[in-house]
């Protein structure tokens, strides 16, 4: 199999060809999303909570992220992978390029951070030294405590103008990709327009070049509280290969995010 790189995602911006992710935080799963067609792959800190069973992603480290990424890349050689670098590991620009070398060392092929225009000179300083970055946007998980619970972000008129200025900053600072989460849809719109690389939602509306869901998410393991945004694919759907390929069916159809999932 042709392995994806960020070049097809562009591609598939400029041809309006959306497109579905997941989360993997092992190689069974991972060989698995591969064979039914999905390209991208991002091993999250979300692991603190789907697999650690922690109520946030902050105890996360960068040697879990490593471990859970070698098993990815293992299961799934063709997927454009991509690595959270976790809770305070891109503190500053040099501990950013310490610890995202350990994840593309692991297999990644490009690492993730959460953060507006603060962010620049990390993600300057990263992809002058060959490491391709996707920011992260919205209500990014790691500033849980700041934020004072899941929220929605961007809803009013000045975050909205703050988090459009901040993903046009990180464009030029160098990112590849970006991810943009539970933010009013609208916004969503302006941000996925106003950029050249592609931007993949998860709660974000079906106005993004793609989508992304936590594995567990696609599949009903939810734990409880069930985000707004996320669909349960197994329970219609019945096998685990049948629900990854209708998730990609939906996304590609933009069937899925419906309005239901969406926030106004
Ligand atoms: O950690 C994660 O799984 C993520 C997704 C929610 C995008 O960052």
Same mark, same amino acid.
């Given at each position: 199999?042709?392995?994806?790189?960020?070049?097809?995602?562009?591609?598939? =911006?400029?041809?309006?060809? =959306?497109?579905?992710?997941?989360?993997?935080?092992?190689?069974?799963?991972?060989?698995?999303?591969? *064979?039914?067609?999905?390209?991208?792959?991002?091993?999250? %800190?979300?692991? @603190?909570?789907?697999?650690?069973?922690? %109520?946030?992603?902050?105890?996360?480290?960068?040697?879990?992220?490593?471990?859970?990424?070698?098993?990815?890349?293992? @299961?799934?050689?063709? +997927?454009?992978?991509?690595?959270?670098?976790?809770?305070?590991?891109?503190?500053?620009?040099?501990?950013? +390029?310490?610890?995202?070398?350990?994840?593309?060392?692991?297999?990644?092929?490009?690492?993730?951070?959460?953060?507006?225009?603060?962010?620049?000179?990390?993600?300057?300083?990263?992809?002058?030294?060959?490491?391709?970055?996707?920011?992260?946007?919205?209500?990014?998980?790691?500033?849980?405590?700041?934020?004072?619970?899941? =929220?929605?972000? @961007?809803?009013?008129?000045?975050?909205?103008?703050?988090?459009?200025? %901040?993903?046009?900053?990180? *464009?030029?600072?160098?990112?590849?990709?970006?991810?943009?989460? +539970?933010?009013?849809?609208?916004?969503?719109? =302006?941000?996925?327009?106003?950029?050249?690389?592609?931007?993949?939602? /998860?709660?974000?509306?079906?106005?993004? %070049?793609?989508? /992304?869901?936590?594995?567990?998410?696609?599949? @009903? /393991?939810?734990?409880?509280?069930?985000?707004?945004?996320?669909?349960?694919?197994?329970?219609?759907?019945?096998? /685990?290969?049948?629900?990854?390929?209708?998730?990609?069916?939906?996304?590609?159809?933009?069937?899925?995010?419906?309005?239901?999932?969406?926030?106004?």
């Amino acid at each position: 199999m042709k392995p994806t790189t960020v070049t097809h995602l562009r591609q598939w =911006k400029q041809e309006q060809r =959306k497109f579905a992710s997941l989360t993997a935080y092992d190689a069974s799963f991972a060989k698995l999303f591969e *064979e039914q067609g999905v390209k991208v792959l991002l091993v999250g %800190d979300s692991l @603190g909570m789907t697999l650690q069973g922690h %109520d946030s992603t902050l105890p996360v480290t960068v040697a879990d992220v490593a471990y859970h990424t070698r098993a990815v890349r293992r @299961g799934a050689p063709a +997927c454009l992978l991509l690595a959270d670098l976790p809770f305070m590991s891109y503190a500053t620009p040099q501990l950013a +390029c310490t610890n995202a070398a350990e994840l593309m060392q692991a297999g990644a092929n490009m690492v993730k951070l959460e953060g507006g225009s603060w962010l620049c000179e990390t993600v300057k300083m990263l992809t002058e030294r060959a490491v391709p970055v996707c920011g992260h946007l919205g209500l990014t998980p790691q500033s849980v405590n700041v934020f004072g619970g899941y =929220k929605v972000q @961007g809803r009013d008129e000045l975050a909205a103008k703050q988090l459009l200025e %901040d993903a046009q900053n990180l *464009e030029l600072a160098g990112i590849q990709v970006l991810v943009l989460e +539970c933010v009013p849809t609208e916004l969503a719109r =302006k941000v996925t327009e106003a950029l050249t690389i592609p931007v993949i939602g /998860i709660g974000a509306g079906n106005v993004t %070049d793609g989508q /992304i869901l936590v594995m567990h998410d696609a599949f @009903g /393991i939810t734990g409880g509280h069930t985000p707004k945004f996320a669909k349960n694919f197994l329970a219609q759907s019945g096998d /685990i290969r049948s629900a990854v390929q209708q998730y990609i069916q939906d996304v590609e159809q933009g069937i899925y995010p419906a309005e239901e999932h969406s926030f106004n």
